[in-house]
């Protein structure tokens, strides 16, 4: 509630709720019949619906002021185009309240649903609520109405819910219900074969349910993929429930392996393709410090394992899988960069699995969260190397440091050290230094994206194996590549590699 700093007139935002007027609140009716003045929007037709929802409280003597819009839709002749049109309309639309408002009149503005969701009353607060006292009376939205009628849990627990409006472009509505847990996308009408689109293309249709002017007279429930998209009014919304406790949806077919990466850290650096993937699975499995970063969801199962089992790890995916569950393997990482992608497809390559379908969804791999901490170091040719000789010799190893130093390419190296590992770096540092400068930048991040973060820049010759470990990723920089301490964050050095050779 704001106070007056102008006006003596009160204005209310009267929230009328999804569109029976049983579901009005008992402070929407108290404030229509305190009010001088009535307004409400309307197309140019002149009907509303928020008038028709409170028609019952409205009195005789009500000053009743329509706010029609001028356009419905973005076709329009005016020198602004649709947005220009709707500026000057709400524009127009405040000077006509706020001259009741000076007069000294209370004004009800009637909203469907909740006034600030959505709704058109939020066009006057903005223009009105900083010079008149103002209350806001919020209403039941169209997104618990529509819950309510289906019957089914909205959002459950730690779910997540994301509500879109279904102008969006279908590729960003792709996206957000790749990764969210609950949805719910309004504003359908002509935009349904889009948001259909998009449902389809997240892998969402078989659970989503169709609600058509909930609570109003007309309404209408079902299944997302039955509704034909020419029958589709304005007043629809799409919703993906809570899959806590819900059966699988029919025509889901057999089970599945998903292999992901969670990125070098934490949620900030997941997908939304990957996101979706974790939320859709039956099981999770992975090596207990990455399932670790996984949200815990009820009813999803995990196995979490030792990180020198990936093979029997993957079997144990595809068997589940099998069985008829969608899994999730998890890597840190991008899966496919010295991680699970690998073992899965070796493993799946056997004849026992071969109707069992694997995917694979790529992720931010600790090359490229390196290099953006840095600056650009990967800017230019570069070489992934990883220096464990766990499961290749070191010989191979150093023929392959010794050629990528030789073609002057920036170096990338993984898997540094450990505890078993102690002098492969400092053997690594000597082999390049027969190649490069021992004033190369050579970057060196630990953690990035996690609690103990931390990116520096050496020179080559300075790079001690003692400050690395298995958390470390090294980017060694070629020739080319320039390495300054800028101003900003008192000093930080910047690392980049020009994508132009100077003889080019």
């Known amino acids: 509630m704001s106070e007056s700093s102008g006006g003596t007139g009160r204005l209310y935002g009267v929230g009328l709720g999804p569109g029976d007027p049983n579901l009005m609140t008992l402070r929407a009716v108290r404030a229509i019949g305190d009010a001088d003045v009535v307004a409400y929007h309307s197309a140019r037709h002149g009907r509303s619906i928020a008038r028709s929802i409170a028609a019952a409280h409205l009195r005789p ?40 408002l000076d007069a000294g009149r209370t004004v009800a503005v009637l909203a469907e649903g909740d006034p600030m969701f959505y709704g058109s009353y939020m066009h006057m607060h903005k223009r009105l609520a900083d010079r008149y006292a103002t209350e806001v009376i ?51 009408g002509r935009t349904f074969p889009a948001v259909r689109g998009a449902f389809e293309a997240s892998g969402r249709l078989p659970e989503a349910r169709y609600v058509e002017r909930a609570t109003m007279a007309g309404e209408r429930t079902g299944e997302l993929a039955d509704v034909d998209p020419e029958s589709v009014p304005y007043f629809s919304v799409a919703v993906l429930p809570s899959r806590v406790d819900a059966p699988r949806p029919s025509g889901r077919g057999g089970g599945e392996v998903v292999v992901v990466g969670t990125g070098p850290a934490g949620p900030l650096w997941l997908t939304p393709q990957t996101r979706g993937a974790l ?23 995990r196995h979490g394992s030792d990180n020198k089992v990936e093979s029997e790890r ?67 040719d570069y070489a992934t190397i990883s220096l464990s000789d766990r499961l290749k010799p070191w010989e191979v190893i150093a023929e392959r440091l010794r050629a990528a130093a030789s073609a002057d390419l920036v170096l990338a190296l993984y898997n540094p050290g450990s505890q078993s590992r102690t002098w492969q770096v400092g053997r690594a540092r000597d082999l390049l230094l027969e190649h490069r400068s021992p004033d190369t930048p050579v970057v060196l991040a630990r953690d990035v994206g996690g609690p103990a ?38 000093g930080r050095s910047v690392v980049w590699t020009p994508r132009r050779y100077p003889e080019a």
Not at 279 to 299: K, Q
Not at 456 to 477: S, Y
């Open 61 to 100: 003597d009500h000053i009743e002021e329509a706010l029609v819009y001028p356009v419905t839709t973005e076709t329009t002749d005016h020198p602004g185009g649709y947005r220009g049109a709707l500026e000057e309309f709400y524009e127009e639309a405040a000077a006509r309240l706020a001259a009741h």
């Open 138 to 188: 919020p209403g039941v939205t169209s997104v618990s109405a529509a819950a309510a009628r289906l019957g089914t849990p909205l959002v459950e627990g730690e779910e997540i819910l994301t509500i879109l409006p279904g102008t969006l472009p279908e590729e960003e509505l792709t996206a957000r219900l790749a990764a969210t847990d609950t949805a719910v996308v309004m504003k359908l």
């Open 279 to 301: 939320a859709a699975a039956d099981d999770v499995v992975g090596y207990t410090t990455y399932l670790d970063r996984v949200p815990v969801r009820p009813g999803q199962a």
């Open 314 to 380: 993957a079997e144990f995916a595809l068997d589940l899988a099998r069985r008829g569950h969608r899994v999730a393997v998890v890597s840190g990482g991008d899966p496919g960069v010295f991680a699970m992608a690998t073992a899965v497809l070796e493993v799946a390559s056997q004849d026992a699995y071969a109707d069992i379908p694997v995917r694979v969804l790529p992720g931010v791999t600790a090359a490229n969260a390196a290099a953006a901490r840095a600056g650009a170091p990967l800017g230019h």
């Open 453 to 490: 973060e931390s990116v520096r820049t050496v020179r080559l010759a300075d790079v001690d194996p003692a400050e690395v470990d298995m958390r470390t990723l090294l980017i060694v920089g070629s020739s080319q590549t320039r390495w300054v301490k800028r101003g900003e964050d008192g």
